[in-house]
């Protein structure tokens, strides 16, 4: 009986301790997969954070041997540069933010998308909020942004040049012509003409056709593996937005100052109060054309990067294939949001050219 009664004692301890074991090696698994998926998260976080910056090269892909050295396949571009006189480089001399560039007796590196200067070890300082207070250069370079919108004005050049030159030869239009006459109708009979007027639809046409295709070209182009977003920078849009803004400012005729300045048929009292309103209005216009088309293209941009990196997040067939499925009809989707923030973007800007020129007529 005593035996029995020790082997029972003996069996339960040892079920103790495999049952302590298990279950902390149970933790130990999912504190282990908890920690990969937070580090999966981060790695997709900062490739979403990648892919909506611009460069100063553009990065086709990356390989990691075995030793965890990471080979880079990229096309550098110029860096120029005014620091005490001009300073052009290759942007391949910063090897992707790792090295520090020596060019002339001066030190640059690259940090956080942003060259700043340094010494020989690349040294950044900081102020009490953490931002740097190295000195920054005048930077002129051609970045991954501005070298596709000088590639699309070539394009746009090219493309319209030879449309121009059947027309010479043939009343019917051939080749890119077909497709580019049906669109280049529509803006001119149902957003020049009904917006700003047959009388003066014409002086807007090249500006309103150049603003059209230029946004869809651009916005076609950010869908693609090449990765460039340029309408999800806000200086670009900032630039569209002001065009739009000195080109109805300046063609604008008497009766639509007077309307922001001093409004007919409107007590005096209210004039004085309205005419700050008014003139406040005409910069709010062009800022929500900025803001528009910024947000609607990099809020597409973040979903369906986010949506991708789904497929890596979750560990079954189920969630990624769902993931990828959901991510393929954003990408359709995102192809009718290129060509409808185009649209948006020129049928506003006639709104306000029609608005610049509108006679009134007073009685």
């Known amino acids: 009986m005593r035996r029995n009664f020790l082997m029972k004692k003996i069996t339960l301890l040892l079920f103790l301790v495999s049952f302590v074991s298990v279950a902390q090696h149970d933790e130990s698994s999912v504190a282990e997969a908890t920690s990969k998926d937070k580090g999966i998260k981060e790695q997709v976080k900062e490739f979403i954070d990648h892919h909506l910056q611009d460069s100063y090269s553009f990065d086709f892909f990356s390989i990691t041997n075995d030793a965890g050295e990471i080979t880079h396949y990229s096309l550098p571009l110029p860096v120029i540069l005014w620091d005490n006189g001009l300073k052009v480089f290759s942007s391949s001399k910063f090897h992707h933010g790792e090295t520090v560039a020596e060019v002339s007796g001066n030190y640059y590196t690259l940090y956080h998308s942003k060259i700043y200067k340094t010494d020989a070890s690349g040294t950044i300082h900081y102020d009490a909020a953490h931002h740097p207070t190295n000195i920054k250069p005048l930077d002129f370079s051609f970045t991954k942004a501005i070298s596709f919108v000088f590639l699309v004005a070539l394009l746009m050049f090219f493309m319209f040049r030879k449309m121009a030159k059947n027309y010479e030869k043939n009343a019917l239009p051939k080749g890119m012509g077909r497709l580019l006459e049906p669109i280049i109708l529509y803006i001119r009979d149902d957003i020049a003409i009904p917006n700003i007027g047959k009388k003066h639809y014409k002086r807007y046409m090249s500006y309103l056709l150049t603003i059209f295709f230029f946004v869809w070209i651009i916005n076609l182009l950010g869908l693609t593996p090449l990765g460039v977003n340029v309408t999800n920078n806000i200086a670009i849009t900032f630039s569209l937005a002001i065009m739009t803004y000195l ?117």
Not at 337 to 350: D, E, G, K, N, R
């Open 247 to 363: 080109i109805t400012t300046f063609t604008g005729n008497k009766s639509y100052w007077k309307h922001i300045f001093w409004m007919p048929g409107v007590p005096a009292l209210m004039k004085i109060i309205l005419a700050p309103i008014e003139l406040l209005g005409t910069f709010i216009k062009p800022f929500a054309l900025m803001i528009r088309l910024y947000a609607n293209i990099t809020a597409g941009h973040i979903v369906l990067m986010s949506i991708i990196g789904m497929m890596f997040v979750f560990h079954n067939w189920i969630g990624s294939s769902l993931s990828f499925v959901l991510a393929f009809i954003l990408s359709l989707l995102e192809l009718l949001v290129a060509a409808l923030q185009a649209y948006i973007f020129t049928m506003l800007s006639s709104l306000y050219f029609g608005a610049a020129v509108e006679e009134h007529d007073e009685h």
